[in-house]
């Protein structure tokens, strides 16, 4: 249906990177959830109260919750489809993370309440009635969970969209649930148990995890988390495709939402290169970066000595040196300044996250390193976190 619906009322929709057809996308999922959604809700609760069930009713009020995350998720996608202005001047893409994060509490107080009626009825369980009714109901629910859990997946991959993966999650999640809801009802049918109670406690349990997994893939972005490996890869690539390239470091991608990513990084060049010709080859790098990869890229150009053998063999001494520290560690800018009572070793070290010592030791630790191995030359080091 998805797709039926995509082709009739989506202007190019195979076109995904473009920001018009994710929205186009955003809106048309949302229409669809909020609708299945309330046809659900009502549907279930009919079959809780003609069943007497709580677990089927608070089965239902989730449905409800998540007819309400559709209509966040949709006006996030609305809002974040706006221009840039002059306040906000990179878009205003990180919207859809926020909506995202306002649908996971939403989530997370349906939880809460559901969890709490659930209890009471276990503490003071009522008889249920069987019919095969809210059965149908049920099952009729589980097959539209999961045809909307594959919709949503599908979409979500295609237009790189946090939120629809979020909504994904949380509707195979709910299938989950109306499962284990359908089978308390076969319990109380078939072996006069009545489990409802502890059912709907399941259910509730099921809806808080849903809110803890959208909370945790919109709160991320919004942090600041590191950027795809593959889109870092594919960046390194093109730009060490390019001969004038000797080396690249600082690379830093900022993430203003989906579709608006702005990629910052430093490439080392020849220091006795044309610097008009370097320049102009910077310049065709970022337009082919903008190009490929979808995103706006600023890039500094690092002089560096190429042909000096003594040089290039003491940074690649150095470079060695410092990995006893982590292997991870990697240096750049490298440089050589002789003077009459010692030389300076001055360049940059890139550590990573996570690496238990403290920035002054791992520099410490450099300057020993580098005057054990050369007498009489001093490292001065400035160091550097990895941000990919």
């Known amino acids: 249906m998805i797709s039926l619906l995509s082709r009739l009322f989506i202007k190019d929709w195979k076109n995904y990177g473009d920001g018009h057809v994710r929205q186009a996308y955003g809106t048309l999922c949302g229409l669809v959830g909020i609708c299945l959604n309330i046809l659900l809700f009502a549907g279930k609760y009919f079959a809780g109260t003609l069943s007497g069930s709580i677990a089927i009713v608070a089965d239902s009020f989730n449905n409800l919750s998540d007819a309400g ?81 594959f919709y949503n997946r599908a ?3 295609k237009i790189g969209s946090t939120a629809m993966a979020a909504t994904a999650t949380d509707s195979l999640s709910d299938a ?36 803890y997994c959208a909370a945790k893939d919109t709160l991320a972005p919004l942090l600041g988390q590191a950027p795809d490996p593959e889109l870092v890869q594919r960046v390194s690539d093109i730009v060490m495709s390019h001969p004038e390239v000797i080396g690249i470091h600082d690379l830093v991608v900022h993430d203003y939402g989906p579709g608006r990513k702005m990629v910052t990084l430093h490439t080392e060049v020849d ?51 410092v990995k006893r520290i982590d292997p991870a560690i990697t240096i750049h800018d490298f440089r050589v300044v002789p003077g009459k009572t010692h030389t300076n070793v001055i360049f940059d070290a890139v550590v990573p996250a996570g690496l238990p010592m ?18 009489n030359h001093y490292a001065v080091v400035d160091i550097d976190q990895a941000y990919v």
Do not use: Q
């Not at 949709?74 to 809002?79: N, S």
């Not at 089978?183 to 849903?210: P, Q, R």
């Not at 706006?296 to 150095?318: G, K």
């Open 69 to 149: 995350s559709s209509l966040v998720t949709l006006l996030g996608f609305r809002l974040a489809g706006k221009k840039p202005d002059p306040v906000h001047p990179y878009g205003h893409g990180r919207i859809e993370y926020v909506s995202g994060l306002i649908v996971s509490f939403l989530i997370f107080l349906m939880g809460f309440e559901l969890a709490k009626s659930s209890i009471e009825k276990i503490l003071s369980p009522e008889p249920m009635r069987s019919s095969w009714l809210p059965a149908v109901i049920l099952a009729v629910s589980i097959c539209v969970k999961l045809y909307m859990f």
């Open 358 to 375: 403290t920035e002054e030791a791992v520099a410490e630790r450099i300057r020993l390193l580098v005057a054990d191995a050369y007498p």
């Open 155 to 157: 979409v979500g991959r």
């Open 176 to 211: 989950v649930a109306t499962t284990v809801v359908l089978l308390s009802m076969g319990a109380a049918h078939f072996f006069h148990i009545n489990i409802d109670g502890y059912a709907g406690l399941l259910v509730a349990l099921f809806i808080l995890y849903a809110g």
């Open 271 to 321: 220091g006795k290169g044309d610097f008009f010709a370097l320049h102009d080859a910077i310049d065709n790098i970022e337009r082919e970066l903008t190009a490929a990869c979808g995103c706006h890229a600023t890039i500094h150009m690092d002089p560096i000595e190429s042909d000096n053998e003594a040089v290039l063999a003491m940074r690649e001494r150095v470079a060695e040196l």
